[in-house]
Structure formats: C-alpha cells, structure tokens
C-alpha cells in the first residue's frame, strides 16, 4: 500500500472508531460537549502516529485503535479545557465549549471526557495494560505540567529559552511522543525501538511547535490558518520573543520593550515593527536553524530502528508533511 | 483487634501513605494545591471501606492501599472541581483552592489530580488492574453526572423523588459503594459477595445523603458540623422540599411558593417558616424513614454475606457510627 492511501485508510478508520465510542445519553449537558468536541475535527494526528508506529512492527490495528481514541479523547480534553483557562472563544471556527454551553459545563464533561480516555484506554490487551496505563498517565501529567507552565509564562518577562523548550516539550512534544511509544509497544516492539520512535515523537513536537511560533510572524494566513501576528499581539514569549529581548540592543531593545508595554486598537504596526525586529536581531534565522536541528534528530531516530528505510517511510513522510507549511 | 482499634490502625495506615504519595515539586503551582486538598483532612472514608472490605476476605492491605489512595485522591478532586462550579469559598474551614490561587490553578491542578488517582489505581496487582480500572472508571464518570444532574436541579422546580435518588446514588453512594466493591475484589471475594458490599455502600451512601438534608433542617450545629439552614436558604431540591412542594396545601403551599422566591437578608424567618411546613406536610418524618429503610436494606446486604457476625461487626459498626449524628 503506498504511504498516502495507507494514511487515507487510517484516516478512515479513526473517524469511524471515534464516531462508535459508545456516550450515555444522559445527562446531556455532559455528554453533547464530548460528541460535540470530538466532531470538531481536527488532524487525528496522535492516533494516527500510534497506528503507524504500530504498524511498523505488524501489530494488531485493532488492539492499537484502543489506544489511539484514548490519545484522541485525552488531546480533545486538553484543548476543552485550555480553552477555558486561555479564555478563548472559538476553536476550529466553532464555539467553544464554554461558550456554546457555559464554564462549568465545560468543566465537568471535560472531566468526564478524562475518564473516557482512560476507559478507552482499558480495552487494550490485558498483558500490555500496566506498561500503556503507566506511560499513558505519566504523559497526561506532564501535559497538564505544560500548560501550568504556559499559563505562568504569560505574566513573566524572565523566560528563559530552555524554560520554553521545556514547556513545549511537556505541552505537545511528550504526547506526540508516547503516541509513537504506545503503538510500538502495543506491536511487542522491545524498549530501544520503542525508545527511539518516543524521541522522534519528541523532536517532531519540538520542531512543530516552533515551526508554529515562526509561522505566527512569518507565515500567511493560508499557510498557517490561523490570523498572522497573534502571539506578538499578545506577547506570547515565543522562541522568537524570548530571543529577540534577549539579543536586541540598543534602539531595537527600547523599541521591543515599548512595543510589548502596549496594547494598540489597530495591531499593524505593532506586528511590522516586532516582525522588523526580530529580522534585525536574527532570531528568524535562530528559529528556523532550531527547527531543522530537531527535525534532523527526529529523522535520526526514525533511522536508527531496525527497520528498512522502505517500512519508516510512512512516518517519515507525515513527519515531512507535517513540517510543509512553511511557505 | 476490635472494631476501634482497627479503625484507628487503618486511619493511621491512611494518613501515612496519603502523606508518602510522591508528588512532583514543579510547576509549584500545578502539585501544591493537591498536597493543600490532601492535607485539609476528612473523615477518609472511602479508603476506610475499601481497607475494611478488603479486610473481610484478608485480602493483603498493602495492594488495597493502592486502590484505597486511589479512592481518596479522586474524591478530593471532586471537592475541588465541585467547589469551582459551586462557587464555594471555604472548605474544611480553608480556603477553596480557586480563592487561594485561582480558578485556572483549580482546573488544572484538579485535572492532574484526577489523573494522579488513576496512577494510584494502576499500583494494584496485575491481575485485578483490568477489572479494578472498569469499576473505578465507570464509578468516576457516574459521580461526574450526579454533579451534572445536582447543578441542573438549581435551576429547576419539578425534580421528582426519583430523579432525586438518582442524583444522589450517582453524587454520593456510588464511590462508596465502589469502595466497598472493589475491596472485595482485590481480597479474591467472588461476584456475589462483591454485589453485596457494593450494594451495601450505595444504600448507606443513600442514607448519609438523606440524613444530611434532614440534619440541614432539624439538626444542630454541633450535630450537622455546619451552620443549619443552608438548604433551605438557597432552595436546594432536597428530599424535604421536593416533598413539600408536592404535598404542601392551601395556605402551606402557598406560603412555601413565597419563601422559596424571596432571598431575605436575615434568612431566620425564612428559616423557620419552612422548617414548619416541612413538619406540617409530614416531610420531616417521610424522610427519617426513607433513611432508616435504607439503613435496613443496607444491613440486609451485610448479613447476606457469607460470613459470621463477627467478621462483619467493623463495616456494620462503621455504618452505624456514620449515621449517628441524628440528635
């Protein structure tokens, strides 16, 4: 099967096992938000990583999609409940939960969409429940870690660069990661493989999320499909701002300084004179360097499996593919 | 041993292990408000009839802790996600988590929290995790939708008995009885003799909630451990009222539909009107033996365990002293 119809069939099949998750009824209020949430969409990117992982090692889909819906069902309730605490408004084009409904809705089917994921989780076989179960929760953990971390970093200037690579590993990079583990695991692969596609899974993160913060200021709109300038806006310590007040001097450090000490109606020039910034201090070109570095180290994991180039391809592909909006 | 110096014992077994779960130091913000929750106190209740289920068949209270710390975690993480969505101040005379930092620390560390207590579950023996995750997860979504129906009921005038019940078996009895249940099983105990404990838990569970809306009403301070009227001050669709509603007549009814559209300032009158058309419609002794008949249909599932008086002594003394604080 060539790599693109092997995604469309895995592709297919997630869409069908998430719309057969089984949901009480009632209340309704507490299970809508979930079906509501889970029909938005999205790329399915982790269940789709843990499929190709396991399909790597000839694993059984069926055992693996277990574990993929959980990852599914828990990353839907992170983005639930973030959105709550970053009080966003809409997600995918759609009201978000607390909006559509209200806060403690959203709270509480959140909740209840946590327990769903480790339910899910459940159904995998029983031998491999105590390994998945332990790296399942443990990754869990560290994501909530992340968006502790994000939230603090809003409210300080002081970030430093490894506080933020930190963050965005705990934040996005370790779930990718352990839906690449999870699915090795499920196939019996032993540790070091399992080991080596976690830390494709890092990397990848890594590379994604910064690829995200330099499309934010460099990126087009239909690129990055999302509004261009957001995060300077809003002052999000980036990898660019970060670097950016910490390489600037002089005029250029006065600007940065003025222009993250307010908040203009109209944010053009704000955007022009931080993106302006962030050239002359070369933090674009930093950025962009990070990036590759971690998508060579995910690449060198990919290939230090024991495994033909020919049987990595597929997730070498999606990670590529992933990596191809930087235009 | 008796009965007394078992509760102490296991009491003490709980406080230590409570205090020896590993939490992680960083983000602070993230595990301190867990170890504040954990240490706030709390009569331990759900662990103490797990380790006294467990006891029954001599099951090895070393792998019940597991479970019993699992119990524990996850009712503390209801009371914190609870105390957001009802907008409480205090708990345990302390402040609530999302007055003492905020409301996002409250979601998140409540989120990792819920997560902490399925990392404390997965320590139980391998053979029973399967069986012990089913029931504490479908347990944890249950106690999710009594919270659902209770916030629905704010906002409603015609919740029914049986609607009620249902609330409160999912909110309260459910947890206990899944204590119970799963110490049981964890002990070796067959199926049936699980059901009975379980179903000796739900109906105790049922009783104690009960017993708080009559105590809310006719207790005293020193009996209820909060100040008495609460319910009635605020509406709350307890079994009192959801009976007085329907039974109250001509002048009651009346009198009954204008005290609960009016929020005086000094609620005394309020109060005490009330409370009077509760003893007139005949509520106050309809609700003392709906918990007394739970009470027997409790003790009923007790004594149908194949076991000798003597053995069941410690769960049936520990039910009773629950239920003691009626004067």
Request: a negative charge.
């Amino acid at each position: 099967m060539s790599a693109e119809s092997l995604y469309r069939s895995y592709q297919d099949q997630i869409e069908k096992a998430l719309s057969d998750i089984q949901l009480c009824d009632q209340p309704e209020d507490l299970y809508q938000p979930i079906r509501y949430v889970l029909e938005m969409g999205g790329k399915r990117l982790r269940p789709m990583l843990c499929l190709l992982s396991n399909d790597l090692y000839e694993g059984d889909t069926e055992a693996a999609m277990h574990a993929a819906l959980a990852l599914e069902v828990f990353h839907n309730f992170t983005l639930l409940h973030d959105d709550i605490m970053d009080k966003a408004c809409t997600r995918r084009k759609q009201d978000c939960v607390h909006i559509k409904w209200n806060p403690n809705v959203a709270i509480l089917s959140g909740d209840a969409m946590q327990i769903l994921a480790f339910e899910l989780l459940s159904n995998v076989p029983k031998d491999k429940l105590k390994v998945c179960l332990d790296l399942f929760a443990k990754t869990a953990r560290e994501v909530c870690e992340g968006q502790q971390y994000d939230m603090e970093f809003e409210t300080r200037s002081d970030v430093t660069e490894a506080e933020y690579v930190r963050m965005i590993r705990l934040k996005t990079a370790v779930l990718l990661a352990a839906s690449l583990k999870m699915g090795a695991i499920l196939a019996g692969a032993n540790k070091k493989e399992a080991n080596h596609l976690y830390q494709y899974g890092i990397h990848l993160g890594l590379a994604f999320q910064l690829q995200d913060d330099w499309l934010d200021a460099f990126g087009s709109i239909e690129s990055f499909g999302k509004r261009i300038g957001g995060d300077i806006v809003s002052n999000k310590k980036t990898y660019l701002l970060i670097h950016a007040l910490e390489n600037a001097k002089d005029k250029d450090a006065e600007d940065l300084t003025y222009w993250i000490s307010v908040q203009p109606e109209d944010p053009t020039e704000k955007i022009q004179a931080v993106k302006a910034i962030f050239e002359r201090t070369g933090v674009d070109a930093l950025c962009r360097n990070e990036i590759r570095n971690n998508m060579e180290l995910a690449m060198d994991h990919l290939h230090a499996l024991q495994l033909s180039t020919e049987r990595i391809k597929p997730l070498m592909d999606l990670g590529n593919r992933l990596m191809e909006r930087n235009h």
